[in-house]
T-cell receptor, first 114, second 117 residues
């Protein structure tokens, strides 16, 4: 079955540590995205990538980093520079061009900083 | 810059009744897409319905339909015959329509819908 997987589902981190969230898709989509969701709020875009080896900052990129070495994978690193990293993180993908750019979402990762 | 507003943070509806969720947006674009996404308690985001701005006909998907008023920049979602499984957070979203390049999706803050047995 085609889809998007994120791992782990729950992640705990100590203050000052970097942590990497995994996102993999087998939909053959060109574009991939990372969103942050805080309680009672909508989705805010962290980073997006339209093609392998290229990515752009979204609205709240500070304290985060990404890579896009393979079409299928778009990992997100939450660095120690992110002041308030506790949140729910969603990864999404889409065809990235053309008349229909529906985004498909993964199940999400809940990150908690202890 | 585009913005999406959902003025109802929380709503409830009796099972089998009809409910309408409101969404307004602000844009100077003429070609764009509008979406309604559903996020149930499992937190998996699911596309409910999509509307293309250049189409006058309102989109429908089974029990879900929209009332798209382009001049008023309004895009409401109507859920008919509400079911317990409709309990979820609903997000309205906007995206500019381009043939060859990407543009990001702008999400509203969401409306929490509870279906009451």
């Amino acid at each position: 079955d085609g889809g998007i997987t994120q791992s782990p589902k729950y992640l705990f981190r100590k203050e000052g540590q970097n942590v990497t969230l995994s996102c993999e898709q087998n939909l053959n989509h060109d574009a991939m995205y990372w969103y942050r969701q805080d309680p009672g709020q909508g989705l805010r875009l962290i980073y997006y990538s339209q093609i392998v080896n290229d990515f752009q900052k979204g609205d709240i990129a500070e304290g985060y980093s990404v890579s896009r070495e393979k079409k299928e994978s778009f990992p997100l690193t939450v660095t120690s520079a992110q002041k308030n990293p506790t949140a729910f993180y969603l990864c999404a993908s889409s065809h990235g061009r053309g008349v229909e750019n529906e985004q498909f979402f993964g199940p999400g990762t809940r990150l908690t900083v202890l | 810059a585009q913005t999406v507003t959902q003025s109802q943070p929380e709503m409830s509806v009796q099972e089998a009744e009809t409910v309408t969720l409101s969404c307004t947006y602000d844009t100077s674009e003429s070609n764009y897409y509008l979406f309604w996404y559903k996020q149930p308690p499992s937190r998996q985001m699911i596309l409910v319905i999509r509307q293309e701005a250049y189409k006058q006909q309102n989109a429908t998907e089974n029990r879900f339909s929209v009332n798209f008023q382009k001049a008023a920049k309004s895009f409401s979602l109507k859920i008919s015959d509400s079911q317990l499984g409709d309990t979820a957070m609903y997000f309205c979203a906007f995206m500019k329509r381009r043939k060859t390049s990407y543009d990001k999706v702008i999400f509203g803050p969401g409306t929490s819908l509870s279906v009451i047995p």
